[in-house]
């Protein structure tokens, strides 16, 4: 079994920076793609970004492209989400999802093992 733990979430101002990371305890991470989604009250949970079970090929949401970077450390098992320049729009809760896959893609219905979220609020 798979279980994931995120951490780092929490309330900044529009304009910080804030970093996720999520870990596993368990089992090495490094024969599952990995990705960050988030949802938001009232909507559907949406893909954030996805990286390759070696780490390489990373992918993300055209909302977040070149403000948030997804990387691992496969030696720690673990996967982070850096976001810069946050806005009130990424206000969610943050998910991270593991795939026993090389790579993961953007549909959420397809990833197995979930985290329990962390919450991000943008807010001034």
């Known amino acids: 079994q798979v279980q994931l733990v995120e951490s780092g979430g929490g309330l900044v101002q529009p304009g910080d920076s804030l970093g996720l990371s999520c870990a596993q305890s368990?089992?090495?991470?490094?024969?599952?793609?990995m990705a960050w989604f988030r949802q938001a009250p009232g909507k559907e949970r949406e893909f954030v970004a996805a990286?390759?079970?070696?780490?390489?090929?990373?992918s993300y949401a055209d909302s977040v492209k070149g403000r948030f970077t997804i990387s691992r450390d496969n030696t720690k098992n673990s996967v982070y989400l850096q976001m810069n320049s946050l806005k009130p729009e990424d206000t969610a809760v943050y998910y991270c999802?593991?795939?026993?896959?090389?790579?993961?893609?953007?549909?959420?219905?397809?990833?197995?093992?979930w985290g329990q979220g962390t919450q991000v609020t943008v807010s001034s």
């Open positions: 999802a593991a795939k026993p896959a090389r790579y993961g893609g953007m549909d959420y219905r397809t990833y197995d093992f």
């Open positions: 990286i390759s079970w070696s780490g390489d090929s990373p």
């Open positions: 368990e089992r090495t991470l490094s024969m599952f793609a």
